[in-house]
């Protein structure tokens, strides 16, 4: 067993996340993902116990956000996901599930009202989809953090030198373009066992 699964498993809360958030394909490797995520995230909800929302965008399953209400003083959480998902969301508290299309110009009427600063979270969001999540999060105020894993490659213009993306890979190489678009810092969790493992972290201003 891998060390964020033991560190998952160890933790009281990991059955009411799993119960709420029901069956997942390839449950180990989603897990190992999910811990990475937490471990950025909870930088930000310590510094600030309950000022912080959190969205999560292409939420699929909603494993990282059911998993940081239930483990990170966050204020609230809400999933967004194109697709529906009949699970038992009110097991979660202070959690919703809202199904959107990020690529819709209406979803920032859903991001906009909130009330309270938060931080937006993304994991494998796919090609275009992870450069959304970053505009949504430059161009939101409330916005103040963004913690995202990309996952397959984007159709569009590159930022990184070709010579360079044939050294260190297609992947890497479009996670590198994200940082840049994002003005992140860029990570390589190897403790993620899905080969897609880097993790970019942004921060506005004087919320860094």
């Avoid at 394909?25 to 999910?34: F, G, R």
């Avoid at 931080?119 to 105020?141: D, K």
């Avoid at 010579?163 to 297609?170: A, Q, S």
Wanted: hydrophobic share 45%.
């Amino acid at each position: 067993m891998k060390i964020y699964e033991r560190h998952f498993y160890d933790l009281r809360c990991s059955p009411d996340v799993l119960a709420t958030v029901g069956f997942v394909a390839n449950i180990q490797k989603e897990i190992t993902e999910s811990m990475g995520m937490i471990r950025k995230l909870k930088r930000f909800a310590l510094a600030r116990p309950n000022e912080y929302g959190l969205i999560d965008l292409c939420a699929g399953n909603a494993l990282t956000s059911v998993l940081a209400i239930h483990l990170l003083p966050f204020k609230w959480a809400m999933a967004i996901d194109n697709k529906p998902r009949e699970r038992e969301w009110d097991r979660a508290k202070r959690f919703a599930y809202q199904v959107d299309d990020i690529m819709d110009p209406h979803v920032l009427d859903v991001l906009l009202p909130q009330l309270s600063p938060y931080v937006i979270v993304s994991v494998h969001a796919c090609g275009q989809l992870a450069e959304r999540a970053i505009e949504l999060y430059q161009n939101t105020e409330a916005a103040r953090h963004l913690v995202l894993m990309p996952c397959c490659e984007g159709m569009g213009k590159n930022r990184v030198p070709l010579v360079i993306r044939k050294k260190i890979g297609h992947y890497l190489a479009w996670a590198w373009h994200l940082n840049d678009l994002a003005g992140g810092k860029l990570y390589v969790d190897k403790n993620v066992t899905s080969p897609k493992r880097a993790i970019i972290v942004a921060s506005k201003g004087d919320w860094r």
